[in-house]
C-alpha cells in the first residue's frame, strides 16, 4: 500500500467520551503506531515515542500513583518545563480519577509553595531543577509523595531531617503491574489550574471534564487536525492554551507533538524545519520575535527583492481572501516559509493583545495567525478567528457551546463582556466569596470591556476590573504586588493598574502598567521624594513585568470598611475623578516604554 | 572565582551586550537590570546568553537565568560554567 492510499485512522470524537481519561486512553490505543512525542535538546533529537510507548510509560506511572494511595479525587501537581513526563503525569493523573494542578514552572520557588499550600496536593511530580529550589520552601506542608525527575545520579533528593513525604525519582519501570482504571464522569472534576495569586489570594479555576472535552470539540471542528501533523509546544503546558491545543488536542487527532528543552528562538526554528511544523500556539511577544527575525532576514535582501517580497505579499492576500490556501502561500512565498520551517500552516495567538497589523502582514505571507481570547475560568478560548475569512481586527467569535454577551453597553456599543456556556468553570477552589462575584446567574464576569459587531465577532477595547495582561500572557493583579512595598515609609500605600484609575478607548490593551498609589504623612513633598528612592529599590526586586511605573502622591486616606479592609473601587474611582495620567511620577527603573519588555510565559 | 576575575567577566558580558544590541557600553554598570538597560525582552535576553555561550564555549540551560536580571548575576551563573 502506498503511503498515499494508506489507511488512517480518524480522530477521536470527545463528545463521545465522559472523561479526559477515557478519551486519552483510547487515542493512544486507535493511534498506537503513530509518532506522539519528539523531544529535542538544543540541536538534536533526544527522544521519540509512539502512541503505543505513551500509554505504556503512562500507565506504568498511574500504577506507581496507585501504589501511592493516589485515587479518585485526590490532587496531583506537576511543576515541570514542557516535556513527555508531563503528558505521562496528566495522563497517569487522569487514569486514577485524580485531579490535575498544573503550576507554573516560571514562578519562583516561594510562589510555587505558596499555591502548594493552597491546593494541598496528594502528590507533587517536578523536575529536579525546580525541586532543588523548592523542597526548602516547603517545609512542613511537602505533599505527601513526591516523584523528581531529571535528577543527576547521585543527588540525595529528600529535602532532610523530617520530611514527612516520600521522595523519589520520576520512573514507570517497564514490568510495572496494570494499574487500575478510575472511571470519571462529565461533571467530575478534572483539574486546578491558577489563574493568579502569587502574591496574594489565590485563584485556582475548577475545571470539569465538561468543560474541557465541550471545548474541545469545538475547536477541532474549526481547526481539524489528523495523522500527520506536527505541532511544536512551546508555550508552557501548564497554561491553558498548551494544554488544550498542545497535548489534548493533537493526542486526540493522532498528531505529532514536539518538545524543545530551550526557547531559544535560533534553536526553535531548526526544530520547525527538521520535524516539518505544522502548528503552534504563541503569545503575542514570540509573534513579535518571529517578525523580528523576519525583518533582520528582509533587511539582508537588495531592496528590488524586499520589493518583490512585498507584491507576492499582496498577491497572496487576494488569493487566500476567503481562506488560507496553505500550499499556494508556500508557493509563492517559499523563502519566507523556509524561515519558519517551511511547513507551517497555522499559527494560534491568544493570552495578550495581539497586534492586528502584526497578525496581517503574517496572513499576507501566507502565515495565518488564528487570533483567540479566553480566561482560564472558561477552559481555554471564548471566541476564535475561524479564518474564513481571516480577520486580525477582532478576537473572532464565540465558540461552539459558549455564548458572549456584551452588557451595559453606551452609546459605543462598548459595554462588559459576559461569557457563559459549558466550558465555564465549576468556581475558585476554596473560595465561595470570589466565586459568587465571578459567576453571576450563570454567567462568567470577564471583567474585560468590549463590543460586539454584526458579523458576531467580538473586540476587545479594555478592562473595568483591576489587572494588566503582559504580552507574554501573564495576568498581573496590582493587590499580588502590594506586598512587595511592605516597609516603606508611607502611610498608605497601594497599586493599580493605570486602565483602571483613568480608563482609555481604542486600542487599550497595549502598554499596560501599574501605578502605586502613597499617601505620606501630612502629604509634604519632602516627604514623597524622601521616599522615593527606596520605592525605587524595593520595585527593582520585583521580576520586571511586575514592577510599577509611576507612582502617584494622594493627599486623603485612603476609604476603608469598618474591618480596615481597603475599599480598592471607591479609592479608584476618587482618585480617577480627580487626577490625570499626566499626575503620575514616572520612576525609573520600572516598567520600560516598551510594551515587549516582559518576562515572556513560554 | 576571586573579586577581580568576576568584575572582569562582568565588564567583558556588559562588552557583549552593548555590541549585541548596540547600546554605548558606557551607558551600562555592573549592578543594572540588563532588560531595563538594553530595552529587551526575555527572548532577546535568550538570544544574549547565547552569544555569551559562544564565546566564553559554555553551556547554560535557559532555567539558569531564571530571576537573573543584572550583569552581575549573569557573570555569576557563567563563572559556574566555566
Redesign the interface.
Given at each position: 500500500m502506498s503511503a498515499a492510499t494508506r489507511l488512517r485512522p480518524a480522530a477521536i470524537d470527545p463528545g463521545a467520551y465522559p472523561s479526559l481519561g477515557a478519551l486519552l486512553r483510547d487515542a493512544l490505543v486507535q493511534f498506537k503506531s503513530e509518532t506522539a512525542l519528539v523531544t529535542y535538546d538544543?540541536k538534536r533529537e533526544v527522544g521519540r515515542v509512539s502512541y503505543a510507548e505513551f500509554l505504556r510509560t503512562g500507565l506504568a506511572f498511574a500504577r506507581a500513583l496507585e501504589d501511592a494511595g493516589v485515587g479518585a479525587d485526590d490532587r496531583v501537581a506537576v511543576i515541570m518545563?514542557n516535556q513527555p513526563r508531563w503528558l505521562y503525569t496528566a495522563f497517569a493523573t487522569f487514569h486514577r480519577g485524580a485531579v490535575l494542578v498544573p503550576l507554573d514552572y516560571?514562578l519562583?520557588a516561594a510562589e510555587q509553595a505558596a499555591l502548594i499550600r493552597h491546593a494541598k496536593p496528594q502528590a507533587l511530580i517536578t523536575e529536579y531543577?525546580?525541586w532543588r529550589r523548592l523542597a526548602g520552601e516547603l517545609g512542613a506542608d511537602l505533599p505527601g509523595h513526591v516523584w523528581v525527575s531529571d535528577a543527576p545520579d547521585g543527588v540525595a533528593l529528600s529535602p532532610g531531617d523530617g520530611a514527612a513525604g516520600v521522595v523519589a525519582p520520576w520512573a514507570a519501570p517497564r514490568d510495572a503491574a496494570a494499574p487500575t482504571e478510575v472511571p470519571r464522569g462529565r461533571d467530575d472534576d478534572a483539574t486546578i489550574v491558577y489563574s493568579s495569586g502569587t502574591g496574594g489570594r489565590p485563584k485556582g479555576c475548577v475545571l470539569t471534564h465538561d468543560n474541557y472535552l465541550v471545548q474541545l470539540e469545538s475547536l477541532l471542528a474549526l481547526f481539524p487536525m489528523g495523522v500527520g501533523d506536527r505541532f511544536f509546544s512551546i508555550l508552557p503546558t501548564n497554561h491553558a492554551i498548551d494544554f488544550m491545543v498542545g497535548f489534548v488536542g493533537p493526542l486526540t487527532c493522532g498528531s505529532l507533538v514536539v518538545h524543545q528543552?530551550?526557547?531559544?528562538?535560533?534553536f526553535l526554528v531548526d526544530t520547525m524545519k527538521r520535524e516539518r511544523i505544522t502548528h503552534m500556539a504563541v503569545v503575542p511577544?514570540?509573534l513579535?520575535?518571529f517578525e523580528r527575525a523576519l525583518d533582520d532576514k528582509l533587511d539582508a535582501q537588495p531592496p528590488w527583492k524586499r520589493r518583490l517580497v512585498d507584491a507576492l505579499g499582496l498577491v497572496n492576500e487576494a488569493l487566500t481572501e476567503k481562506a488560507p490556501r496553505h500550499g499556494l502561500s508556500r508557493r509563492l512565498l517559499g523563502p519566507i516559509h523556509a524561515g519558519f520551517g517551511g511547513h507551517l500552516k497555522l499559527l494560534f495567538c491568544g493570552g495578550a493583545f495581539v497586534d492586528r497589523a502584526r497578525a496581517e502582514r503574517f496572513y499576507r505571507l501566507g502565515l495565518p495567525v488564528a487570533i483567540g481570547y479566553g480566561l482560564t475560568e472558561c477552559c481555554t478560548v471564548a471566541t476564535v478567528n475561524d479564518l474564513k475569512p481571516f480577520r486580525g481586527d477582532s478576537v473572532g467569535r464565540a465558540v461552539a457551546g459558549v455564548e458572549v454577551a456584551v452588557r451595559g453597553a453606551g452609546d459605543d456599543g462598548v459595554g462588559e463582556v459576559f461569557v457563559r456556556g459549558r466550558t465555564v468553570m465549576r468556581g475558585y477552589l476554596d473560595d465561595p466569596e470570589l466565586t459568587a462575584e465571578t459567576l453571576v446567574d450563570g454567567w462568567l464576569v470577564t471583567g474585560d470591556r468590549g463590543w460586539l459587531d454584526a458579523a458576531g465577532h467580538l473586540h476587545l477595547v479594555g478592562r473595568s476590573k483591576n489587572m494588566i495582561v503582559t504580552p507574554?500572557g501573564k495576568n498581573i493583579y496590582p493587590e499580588d504586588i502590594e506586598g512587595a512595598f511592605e516597609g516603606l515609609p508611607a502611610e498608605e500605600l497601594c497599586v493599580f493598574a493605570a486602565d483602571f484609575l483613568w480608563p482609555r478607548h481604542g486600542h487599550a490593551l497595549v502598554g499596560e502598567e501599574l501605578v502605586a498609589v502613597v499617601r505620606v504623612e501630612g502629604d509634604e513633598q519632602a516627604a514623597f521624594d524622601a521616599l522615593l528612592p527606596r520605592l525605587r529599590e524595593l520595585n527593582?526586586r520585583l521580576?520586571?513585568f511586575k514592577r510599577v511605573g509611576g507612582v502617584l502622591r494622594w493627599p486623603d486616606a485612603f476609604p476603608r470598611t469598618a474591618s480596615m479592609k481597603l475599599k480598592r473601587n471607591e479609592l479608584a474611582g476618587v482618585i480617577g475623578g480627580a487626577t490625570a495620567r499626566d499626575a503620575v511620577v514616572p520612576i525609573e527603573?520600572g516598567a520600560?516604554p516598551?510594551a515587549?519588555?516582559?518576562?515572556?510565559s513560554a | 572565582m576571586n573579586t577581580t576575575d568576576h568584575t572582569t567577566l562582568t565588564a567583558r558580558l556588559m562588552t557583549l551586550a552593548s555590541e549585541r544590541f548596540d547600546r554605548p557600553l558606557a551607558a551600562l554598570s555592573a549592578d543594572d537590570?540588563f532588560?531595563?538597560a538594553l530595552?529587551?525582552?526575555?527572548?532577546?535576553a535568550?538570544?544574549l546568553?547565547?552569544r555569551i555561550e559562544e564565546t566564553f564555549d559554555v553551556?547554560v540551560?535557559?532555567?539558569e537565568l531564571?530571576?537573573v536580571?543584572t550583569f552581575t548575576g549573569l557573570a555569576e551563573v557563567i563563572a559556574r560554567r566555566l
Open positions: 538544543r518545563s516560571k519562583t531543577p525546580f528543552r530551550t526557547l531559544r528562538p535560533e511577544l514570540l513579535e520575535a507574554g527593582r521580576p520586571d527603573g520600560a516598551r515587549a519588555r516582559v518576562e515572556v | 537590570d532588560f531595563h530595552g529587551i525582552d526575555s527572548l532577546q535568550l538570544d546568553l547565547t553551556e540551560p535557559d532555567y531564571q530571576g536580571t
